[in-house]
C-alpha cells in the first residue's frame, strides 16, 4: 500500500503530504498542550498563543476539504467518500481513530460538568477556584477537539490511494 508520506517518483511532494504531516504535527502538539492542562501549571500564561492552533487545526481541515473533491459532493456521495477512506486504514489505525473521537466526546462531556461545578464553586466561594484552573479546563476542552480535527485529516491522507492485496 503506498503511503502518502512517500515521496513521488517525480521527487514532488503531493498536498495530500502537506496536509498529513501538518495534522500529526498537529495532533502531537495538541496532544502535549492537553496533557499540560491536568498539571499545576496555567498553560495560556506561559503560552500566550496556545490558541493559534484553533486556527491552525480548522483551517487544516478545510484545506484537507478543499483538496478531497470526493468529500466536496452531495451528503451522500461525501458519506461514501469517508466510508471508503475509513476501509482503506489498517486496523491499528482505525482503532487510534476511534479512540480518539471517543475521547473527544467524553472528554467534552466531563469537561463541562467539570465547568459548571466550578463556576457553582467559585460562586459560592471565590477562593475555592483560581482561574488558572478554570482556563486549564476550558483549554482542555478545546485541546481534546483539536486532537480529532488534527488527526481525522492525517489518517486519511496518510492512508488515501488504491490498497494493494498481496
Not at 502535549?32 to 491536568?38: G, P
Not at 498553560?43 to 468529500?71: D, G, Q, R, S, T
Not at 457553582?120 to 482556563?135: C, G, L
Request: net charge positive; charged share 15%; glycine share 6%.
Amino acid at each position: 500500500m503506498p503511503l502518502s508520506f512517500s515521496v513521488a517518483l517525480n521527487g514532488n511532494i503531493t498536498r495530500m503530504n502537506i496536509v498529513s504531516l501538518i495534522g500529526f504535527i498537529g495532533f502531537g502538539v495538541s496532544l502535549a498542550v492537553h496533557v499540560a492542562t491536568f498539571g499545576q501549571t496555567n498553560v495560556m500564561e506561559h503560552y500566550p498563543y496556545v490558541m493559534v492552533l484553533h486556527v491552525v487545526a480548522l483551517a487544516n481541515f478545510a484545506l484537507f476539504i478543499l483538496l478531497n473533491k470526493e468529500f466536496r459532493t452531495k451528503k451522500a456521495d461525501s458519506n461514501r467518500a469517508f466510508k471508503q477512506a475509513f476501509q482503506r486504514m489498517p486496523i491499528l489505525a482505525k482503532a487510534v481513530l476511534i479512540g480518539c473521537f471517543v475521547y473527544a466526546a467524553v472528554n467534552f462531556a466531563t469537561g463541562m460538568i467539570t465547568t459548571n461545578q466550578m463556576k457553582r464553586d467559585k460562586t459560592a466561594d471565590p477562593q475555592a477556584v483560581s482561574s488558572m484552573q478554570m482556563e486549564n479546563q476550558q483549554l482542555r476542552i478545546f485541546s481534546g477537539h483539536w486532537m480529532v480535527f488534527f488527526l481525522a485529516p492525517a489518517m486519511i491522507c496518510f492512508f488515501k490511494g488504491p490498497r494493494r492485496i498481496a
